[in-house]
């Protein structure tokens, strides 16, 4: 399974080092990064997925000596690894930058983010294909839009406020709960994917 | 004889296509070719035998294991050949060769460099430029890197032109001439096998139609020609189809010795090609229904 996550490392290398340079430009402009850390973590998983959505790539790994159950598990592995990296990059380019780390917390935030996103996309991938993604992205913009205009007129400012709760949150336990509960949606997200994958046909 | 592949008694059905209590034996040592026309269940067979499908019932054995226990220890052991491209197109070969070498406990560079020397492949040009006889050659060689012991390989000659054909083909040979493999490969293109198979298994309409040794097949079937006036109830009974014309009837045996024993001169007796067995016994099987 190790061989398959270098696989995707590999195969990232050059996708990289086109994000990198951006990443840093917006680390120089815009200090915000849970935001831009959020975003660009997600961006590159997806981008490794996309790399492997092939039904003539699907075939291959199969047909190595692989399980299938290996070959979904790098997946979720590697999208861990791959926000690490971004966490990394975001240290380096706030020391560089600003002569400052990512407060705690908000790495915290944004690793949390990026893995509750993945374990709704994932699944979703694996079950249909990434042209529907793109609709479904679009269908969330729209209900988001209609959300904002007509029901909930303030919901950015209430996510800018419970973000902000979050961030100024002291007690340890509530912080504890946060993290047990986004690593069962994990687990769950993981062990449903490899349900979908065992009895695909490519 | 050690059964290298087994299947027994597998169903798999999808929307529009069944194959049908299915059982198959493939000898090892042996190349075996696995013949029939287009979308009779050819790749659907192989897709269970690399275990990329899974059956709705029956039982699949490769090298004696199942793939619920053993799955990764099989895939050690097989080289696989797909008529269509299934490596990541924007990689040279030398990074496809990083990639998959990781995978194989046996891997063996010397025998890849070996081989992209003799097919004269090119490292560093990009997999998509490649032609399909480059492909297929790319793929063997990386099926045969590993030291496996059963290459499987899904049409693997279709669409290439005939001399690159002859020269996989000869590949083929040379391999098991000189070690103890076993070769299972579907194909359409049936004089193929003339040169090659050993055995030859015959689907169609996702039935299994017939398992035969290539020498048994020419002791045993005939193309039997003669006049229309020949045929009669009994007479008729000793062929598999009857194809007739103006001129007389042209028919499919597989029981040459006694066609000649109750006709004769009287008739015209031809090896059959194996394209004259899957015609008429394609033809046979419709006729009985």
Known sequence: ?202 | MENVIELRNVNKSFKGFQLKDFSMTVKKGFVTGFIGGNGVGKSTTINLIMNLLQPDSGTISIFGLNYKQHEKEIKQRIGFVFDDNIFYEHLTLTEMRRIIKRAYSNWDDNLFRYYVEQFELPLNKKIKTFSKGMMMKASLTIALSHHAELIVMDEPTSGLDPVFRREFLDVLHRLMENEDKTIFFSTHITTDLDSIADYIIFIDKGQHIFTKESTQIEEEYAIVKGETELLDADTKKEFISIRKSNHGFEALTANKSRIEEMFGQMVLIEKPSIEDIMFYTKKGAEWHV
């Open chain 1, 1 to 202: 399974m190790c061989n398959l996550i270098w696989k995707d490392i590999v195969l990232q290398k050059k996708g990289s080092l086109i994000l990198l340079p951006a990443l840093f430009g917006y680390i120089v402009y815009n200090p915000s990064y849970i935001w831009i850390g959020f975003v660009f973590s997600v961006v590159i998983i997806l981008d490794v997925f996309a790399k492997d959505e092939d039904s003539a790539v699907n075939k291959l790994l199969n047909s190595l000596p692989y399980t299938r159950r290996e070959v979904v598990s790098s997946k979720y592995i590697g999208a861990i690894i791959f926000t690490l990296l971004v966490v990394f990059a975001m240290f380096i380019g706030g020391l560089l930058f600003h002569r400052e780390v990512p407060a705690w917390k908000e790495t915290m935030l944004m690793v949390s983010l990026s893995m509750i996103a993945i374990s709704f996309i994932l699944p979703f991938l694996y079950k249909f294909k990434t042209q529907y993604i793109f609709r479904a992205f679009l269908f969330l913009f729209v209900v988001y839009m209609i959300v904002i205009n007509t029901f909930i007129k303030n919901l950015n400012d209430i996510l800018r406020e419970f973000v902000q709760t979050i961030l100024t949150l002291q007690d340890p336990s509530v912080f504890l709960m946060m993290i047990l509960s986004i690593i069962v949606l994990y687990s769950f997200s993981w062990l449903l994917s490899i349900r979908i994958y065992r009895n695909k046909v490519f």
